[in-house]
Each structure stands twice: as structure tokens, then as C-alpha cells.
């Protein structure tokens, strides 16, 4: 099925009221076109696609996993006790991640919902090197990397304030400052009445919107993405001058709205996302600075921000006659000012989407990618993956859904330099059976998706996991013969409440660079 520009526009699409200037979006993700027959047939311009089920019966996996590939693996590496959950740098000499350590669901006070994370490099056939790890009461909630092979960390302490730190290759720290906001007890869509008056720092609630904070390099600069303790969602420019951050532009993103807390709020590592998240953010920058940030929004967010900016922004419908109402995707594009120049709801008519990530092309689009539940008459038994690719010029959207094996979802997405999507998660487990929450062991679940082309997506083969596995991060890289990077965990937990068995919380990361063949 799919819509009009006319009728999208009017219904699912404003554009803020500040003339957007000409797009000219560069990729953080310059990678290289890999293997794969072409995907889905585009609409016309201006229209999306977003009908539950329509795409992935015909996807179909075109390689024998027991051929053999005479240019083995680059790299094949388990870490022991962790996850990997994301790529930093992928060199071929010398790849970049970080490591999460999985911790127990919080039972007492100063229990943190966030495990201790860990920035590691590594290179190939040597020793993994832990380049920073956080101390006391501060976790690493995420990283990036900088031309210049430094990094950027951004750090959460047990109280919910925010801390940047700039580091070199070898771990020596260079920069530290705290990353709070002096105008934000002024801005009063930030916060909520009530707690002691205005506040004096911008809090962040540790274990719900803790997990929110999220870095996107620019250059050497970054952009602080985060959801603080009253619902708000907060977007910040830092430079990175004369070996000093500078504070740059702010952007509200959302204004203050009490956001739903799904309980439990699993552990430390939320197991293939089953348990909506509210409270993430995500977000890419290209290099002319322009940033586009991905949230989750429902009925009662969406009316505030209405309210608050006079726009008409309103949730992907069909049936409007359905008791329950959908949730979606807010995909907020800020220029290098701070200004909001596009904001667009991205989802799957009629349930719920989450995003789980975001990715830039080199040619002006963004892809948000993650998962759709709760379909009428369903509930949240059905799980499937979703994807959308948003046309920044035109402010549209063409959107698929997949369907894996049992349920499946997309965790981690990743565009090539040709401009095909690559998009990894798990699949093949089953949500909410008779007596447990989840039922069954993912595997991980990779597709290639050129919107743009007629044909089906791709399911791509990996190289085999033990036990619940999953990809958490994808990319790929080389000229001619390319690579395809996979990271994430395997023999994990099967379960996001582990069903009353806390020793069932283990995992295992895993890192996988293999061989993918160029395109004909």
C-alpha cells in the first residue's frame, strides 16, 4: 500500500517552520557496495511501503554457508563474560569496540541498570588492549572516534550528570568536562514542575533514560544526544578546540512529557530489546555537521510537542477506528546551528515501532531501523523487524517490514557506499509463550536492503554462534573485495526477566570479520 506525497505529507510529515537550507548529506559509513541481488521495488517518489509482513516471505538466502571461501576471515574473536555492542573504528589493522559486561537485574539501592562498558582495540592476531575504562560510580554509556584517532567518551555518574572525556590511542586521557547545560533551568519545555524547584544540572535518571546518552562524531567534534530525568530529549553540540571541549548550540528535541517505564526494566543488557526503551536516542552526523536523531514517540508525547511547537505531527494510521494506539519514530534533522530544519514521523501503520539504530548514506538519506509489535488483535506476541529510508530533500519515507524466522528484530544498521542498507539483528526465538517471557534461541539475522532497486532483500549468512546470539553492530569496508563486520553476543540469556534465574544472565561477545562478495 502506499501514499502520496500530498498524503504524507499532510498527515505523517512537518517540516519545522525554518526554511530548510540544501542537503548535502555525507556518510559517516563510506564503506564499499558488497554481494547481494538487488531489493525492494521503491514506490514513487514521495510514498512509503509499511504493510506487516509483505516483504519477507520472499527474501531468501542466496549462499551455502559450507561453501568454502578461499580469503578466510580477517578476524574471528570471542570475549569471554561481555557483550560487544559497537563498532568505534573498523581499520583493517586495527578494529576499534566497546565491551559491556553483563550484570544482574537491580535489587537494592545503587543497583545501575548499565553495566561497566569498556573501549577495546585490537590488532588482528594479537592480545585485545582495553583503551579506557571508566572508575568509581561512572559508567561508559558510548564512544566514538575521531580522524585523528582519538576518541570522545561520554560518562554517566551514579546521580545522572554527564561528563565528556578525549583520549589518545594508547588511553592517556587529554580533555575532561562536565557536559551540563547552564540555560536549561530556563528553558521551562525541559523540565516539569515539581522535585525542589528548577534544576540545577541536567539529571539524567539512572537505568531508564541513563541508557539514552549517545555520541556522534563530527570530525573532531561530537554531538551528546540524550532523555533526561522529566521525558525531554536534548541534542548538544560539543567542538573540540586548542585541546578543550567547547560548549556549543543545544537543541530540544522533545519537550518534557512523563515517559511509560516498562517493567522490568531487564538488566544491564536488554536482551534483544524485547522491553520497549522509551527513553533511547539515536543519532549521525555527517561531516558538514548536519545531525538527524531518532526517538520514540506515542500519542501523549507527540501532543506535546504539537502543543509546545504549533506543528501537526501525527502517528502512521490506517485504521483509525483501533482502540489501541500506535507508536512511532521521530526523525529530527539539526543544522550545525542547532536549529530543527525537518522533523518527520517514520513508522509502520497502525503498531508499534521502536528504533533500535540509525545510519547516514552518502547521498542525502537516513535509515532508521529496528522492530514492530503489538499488532491489532496480537498484542506484543508478534515480533517483526523493520526498517525505513527517509529521503532528506523531500522529507518522505519508503518503510519495509521483515519477517525472520519465529519473531525477529534489527539492532544495528549500516549503509554501504553504493548505498544499499545493511542491517543485522536476531531472530528465530518466540515472545511471551505459556509459562516463560521468551521462549526459544535467537540467531543472528542479516539483511542487505536497497530500497532504491525492484527485487527482494538479501538474508545474508554469518559465521555460526553457540546458543541466544545476536548482531549489535554492522559494517562494511574494502574497495573490491569487501568485508562484512559483525559484532555482538552469543549464549546469552534467553530471556529479558531471566524468568527468576539470575545466574541465566551470561554472555559472550563476538567479533567477525568476514569475506562478502562485490556485486556483479
Known amino acids: 500500500m502506499a501514499r502520496t506525497q500530498e498524503d504524507l505529507c499532510a498527515r505523517n510529515n512537518t517540516r519545522a517552520r525554518l526554511a530548510p537550507p540544501t542537503i548535502t548529506l555525507v556518510s559517516l559509513l563510506a564503506s564499499i557496495a558488497a554481494c547481494s541481488p538487488p531489493a525492494t521495488a521503491p514506490p514513487q517518489d514521495g510514498s512509503f511501503t509499511s504493510d506487516a509482513g509483505d516483504a519477507s516471505d520472499a527474501m531468501e538466502d542466496r549462499r551455502d554457508p559450507d561453501a568454502h571461501d ?28 566497546i565491551e559491556e559486561e553483563l550484570v544482574a537485574l537491580p535489587n537494592r539501592a545503587g543497583d545501575r541498570e548499565i553495566g561497566p562498558r569498556s573501549l577495546v582495540r585490537m590488532r588482528p592476531g594479537s592480545t585485545p588492549v582495553t583503551v579506557f575504562r571508566a572508575t568509581g560510580d561512572e559508567r561508559l554509556l558510548s564512544a566514538v572516534s575521531h580522524p585523528s584517532r582519538a576518541w570522545t567518551a561520554a560518562l554517566v555518574d551514579a546521580r545522572g550528570a554527564v561528563s565528556l572525556v578525549r583520549g589518545n590511542a594508547d588511553g592517556s586521557i587529554v580533555a575532561r568536562v562536565a557536559a551540563d547545560d547552564p540555560m536549561f533551568a530556563a528553558d521551562r519545555l525541559a523540565w516539569l514542575e515539581g522535585g525542589g524547584g528548577p534544576p540545577t544540572h541536567t539529571p539524567i535518571a539512572p537505568g531508564r533514560a541513563e541508557d539514552s546518552v549517545r555520541l556522534a562524531a563530527s570530525g573532531e567534534d561530537v554531538l551528546l544526544t540524550l532523555t533526561t530525568y522529566w521525558g525531554s530529549a536534548l541534542a548538544y553540540r560539543w567542538r573540540f578546540v586548542d585541546g578543550a ?41 555527517a561531516p558538514d555537521g548536519r545531525a538527524y536523531v531518532a526517538i520514540w514517540v506515542d500519542h501523549s508525547r507527540l501532543q506535546v510537542l504539537n502543543a509546545a ?12 477506528t483501533i482502540v489501541e494506539r500506535p507508536s512511532d519514530i521521530l526523525v529530527t534533522r539539526v543544522e550545525r546551528d542547532g536549529a530543527r530544519s525537518l522533523q518527520l514521523i517514520v513508522g509502520t501503520a497502525d503498531v508499534d515501532d521502536e528504533p533500535f539504530a540509525i545510519a547516514c548514506a552518502t547521498d542525502g538519506r537516513v535509515a532508521v531501523a529496528g522492530r514492530h509489535r503489538r499488532e491489532p488483535g496480537r498484542d506484543n506476541t508478534e515480533i517483526h523487524g523493520f526498517a525505513a529510508v527517509i529521503d532528506g530533500d523531500r522529507g518522505t519515507f519508503v518503510s ?4 525472520g524466522q519465529q519473531l525477529a528484530l534489527f539492532q544495528t544498521a549500516a549503509f554501504d557506499a553504493r548505498g544499499a542498507l545493511w542491517l543485522g539483528g536476531t531472530e528465530d526465538w518466540v515472545q511471551n509463550p505459556v509459562g516463560v517471557s521468551v521462549g526459544g534461541q535467537g540467531r543472528p539475522f542479516v539483511v542487505r536492503w536497497d530500497a532504491r532497486e525492484p527485487g527482494e532483500p538479501e538474508r545474508v549468512t554469518v559465521a555460526a554462534t553457540r546458543g541466544h546470539s545476536e548482531v549489535r553492530a554492522i559494517a562494511v569496508t574494502g574497495a573490491n573485495d569487501a568485508a562484512l563486520w559483525l559484532a555482538g553476543i552469543e549464549d546469552g540469556p534467553v530471556t529479558h526477566t531471566f524468568d527468576g534465574n539470575r545466574a541465566a544472565l551470561r554472555g559472550d561477545g563476538w567479533v567477525s570479520i568476514r569475506p562478502v562478495q562485490p556485486r556483479p
Open 400 to 403: 519495509r517490514t521483515f519477517d
Open 245 to 285: 571541549f567547547v560548549r556549543g548550540p543545544r537543541t530540544l528535541l522533545a519537550p518534557a512529557n512523563p515517559l511509560p517505564v516498562f517493567i522490568p526494566d531487564t538488566a544491564s543488557y536488554d536482551v534483544f530489546d524485547a522491553v520497549t526503551n522509551p527513553w533511547s536516542t539515536h543519532s549521525c552526523v
Open 70 to 97: 578461499p580469503r578466510a576471515p580477517a578476524l574471528d574473536h570471542r570475549v569471554s563474560g561481555r557483550a560487544v555492542v559497537a563498532w568505534l573504528r573498523t581499520d583493517a589493522d586495527e578494529p576499534w569496540w
Open 309 to 320: 511547537w504549533g506543528t501537526r505531527l501525527s502517528l502512521v494510521r490506517r485504521d483509525l
